[in-house]
């Protein structure tokens, strides 16, 4: 059984559309259409509600005077939009970051209406790594709004749902029984400022800045709503449209050597879609490319030991370093202004925090190697 979405006969994909007839949408290169009696099962939530119906006519245009996308990240999020339709393929985690007021919640609100609509369309922040398994067990999209920090735990079961794993605990009543929940699913997150600073969980998210709105330009819900209400299916057909039309050119898609990226389905699809839309081979690797660039920096700012490195390099004597972790310890600890919230404590801890940033580093213009390796530091 599938919960949503599922990928069935000769490669199609289903999108169940959750209403009281249990019909889907059946989307396959250049065509998409609406079964009465689907061949695939699918399972639902109490709080999973119905897709709309599509108009026959659709404008995917219409959804930008909605949401307070930049100009610049749309492409990306028609990306992960469609990707979210795409059971088979690891799904990339979408976090949107602003000031207060730039309409986080109401646009991360459509994007899911767009593709698993919910009675609780946004969840505050979870209290453990059991209530994002929990929530990804009874709904497509895992929906997180009003965040403003994620331990490693958290970020790692992120990690996890985003390439599919699962969760075991104590099944309840019992002395050795064990619950297991497996599961998949695309990750929405918002907060004033980014949450994702691990570098694994990085790689596999797309981070949109959302503009500030003035005052000049803000509205009143109840138009808000009576406006996306009347537009709501001829943006759905429309993005039933472009899916088709990605799909059918996805076969012929050709990564940029040198530019293939670790979520590499969600690239080619990406790809696709650009060319879909009229658009040049290699633009979006370009974008995922300087995105990936742009976070992993803003990520090295959460390590005390990456600033501090960096201190090292910027220093006219750090230019190339040669030496042990200790050593290298001994150096960081000789430092002042470093915030030593995740310090090391000893130089095996030091390797094992040099190991999770060094991308970031090399981005910032920073090699570290193990001695024997034709590079020091």
Same mark, same amino acid.
């Given at each position: 059984?599938?919960?949503?979405?599922?990928?069935?006969?000769?490669?199609?994909?289903?999108?169940?559309?959750?209403?009281?007839?249990?019909?889907?949408?059946?989307?396959?290169?250049?065509?998409?259409? #609406?079964?009465?009696?689907?061949? $695939?099962?699918? $399972?639902?939530?109490?709080?999973? +509600?119905?897709?709309?119906?599509?108009?026959?006519?659709?404008?995917?245009?219409?959804?930008?005077?909605?949401?307070?996308?930049?100009?610049?990240?749309? &492409?990306?999020?028609?990306?992960?939009?469609?990707?979210? @339709?795409?059971?088979?393929?690891?799904?990339?985690?979408?976090?949107? #970051?602003?000031?207060?007021?730039?309409?986080?919640?109401?646009?991360?609100?459509?994007?899911?209406? @767009?593709?698993?609509?919910?009675?609780?369309?946004? +969840?505050?922040?979870p209290k453990c790594v059991e209530d994002l398994h929990i929530a990804?067990?009874?709904?497509?999209?895992?929906?997180?709004?009003?965040?403003?920090?994620?331990?490693?735990?958290?970020?790692?079961?992120?990690?996890?749902?985003?390439?599919?794993?699962?969760?075991?605990?104590?099944?309840?009543?019992?002395?050795?029984?064990?619950?297991?929940?497996?599961?998949?699913?695309?990750?929405?997150?918002?907060?004033?400022?980014? #949450?994702?600073?691990?570098?694994?969980?990085?790689?596999?998210? $797309?981070?949109?800045?959302?503009?500030?709105?003035?005052?000049?330009?803000?509205?009143?819900?109840?138009?808000?709503?009576?406006?996306?209400?009347?537009?709501?299916?001829?943006?759905?057909?429309?993005?039933?449209?472009?899916?088709?039309?990605?799909?059918?050119? @996805?076969?012929? $898609?050709?990564?940029?050597?040198?530019m293939a990226k670790r979520m590499i389905d969600f690239q080619r699809?990406?790809?696709?879609?650009?060319?879909?839309?009229?658009?040049?081979?290699?633009?979006?690797?370009?974008?995922?490319?300087?995105?990936?660039?742009?976070?992993? @920096?803003?990520?090295?700012?959460?390590?005390?030991?990456?600033?501090?490195?960096?201190?090292?390099?910027?220093?006219?004597?750090?230019?190339?370093?040669?030496?042990?972790?200790?050593?290298?310890?001994?150096? &960081?600890?000789?430092?002042?202004?470093?915030?030593?919230?995740?310090?090391?404590?000893?130089? +095996?801890?030091?390797?094992?925090?040099?190991?999770?940033?060094?991308?970031?580093?090399?981005?910032?213009?920073?090699?570290?190697?193990?001695?024997?390796?034709?590079?020091?530091?």
């Amino acid at each position: 059984v599938n919960r949503r979405v599922a990928k069935h006969d000769g490669g199609a994909y289903w999108i169940d559309l959750c209403d009281d007839q249990w019909r889907a949408i059946k989307v396959q290169a250049g065509k998409w259409e #609406v079964i009465e009696r689907p061949p $695939v099962f699918f $399972v639902r939530a109490p709080g999973m +509600r119905p897709l709309p119906e599509p108009a026959q006519k659709g404008n995917l245009a219409l959804m930008w005077k909605h949401l307070n996308i930049p100009k610049q990240a749309q &492409l990306l999020v028609l990306a992960w939009m469609l990707d979210s @339709l795409r059971p088979d393929t690891p799904y990339p985690v979408l976090e949107l #970051v602003g000031e207060m007021g730039s309409s986080k919640s109401t646009t991360q609100r459509r994007l899911r209406a @767009l593709i698993d609509p919910h009675q609780v369309p946004l +969840r505050g922040a979870p209290k453990c790594v059991e209530d994002l398994h929990i929530a990804a067990a009874n709904a497509h999209v895992v929906s997180l709004e009003n965040l403003s920090h994620l331990n490693g735990e958290q970020q790692d079961a992120l990690c996890i749902l985003s390439t599919g794993g699962g969760y075991a605990t104590r099944q309840l009543y019992t002395n050795g029984g064990e619950h297991v929940m497996q599961s998949k699913r695309p990750v929405m997150l918002n907060g004033i400022n980014a #949450v994702a600073t691990q570098p694994d969980l990085i790689e596999r998210t $797309v981070s949109v800045e959302l503009p500030t709105i003035t005052a000049k330009a803000r509205k009143d819900e109840q138009s808000m709503e009576a406006a996306w209400g009347k537009d709501y299916p001829a943006i759905f057909a429309g993005m039933l449209d472009l899916f088709a039309k990605a799909l059918e050119r @996805l076969p012929s $898609v050709v990564i940029p050597e040198g530019m293939a990226k670790r979520m590499i389905d969600f690239q080619r699809l990406g790809e696709a879609i650009t060319v879909a839309q009229g658009g040049k081979a290699g633009e979006f690797s370009k974008q995922l490319d300087t995105l990936h660039g742009e976070s992993a @920096l803003r990520g090295l700012e959460s390590y005390g030991v990456a600033v501090g490195i960096q201190m090292l390099a910027a220093r006219p004597e750090g230019r190339e370093w040669e030496g042990t972790n200790l050593q290298l310890l001994t150096e &960081l600890n000789r430092l002042g202004e470093v915030d030593r919230s995740n310090w090391p404590k000893s130089p +095996r801890h030091l390797a094992a925090q040099i190991k999770r940033i060094a991308p970031g580093l090399r981005r910032a213009g920073i090699c570290i190697e193990a001695a024997g390796r034709g590079a020091t530091g």
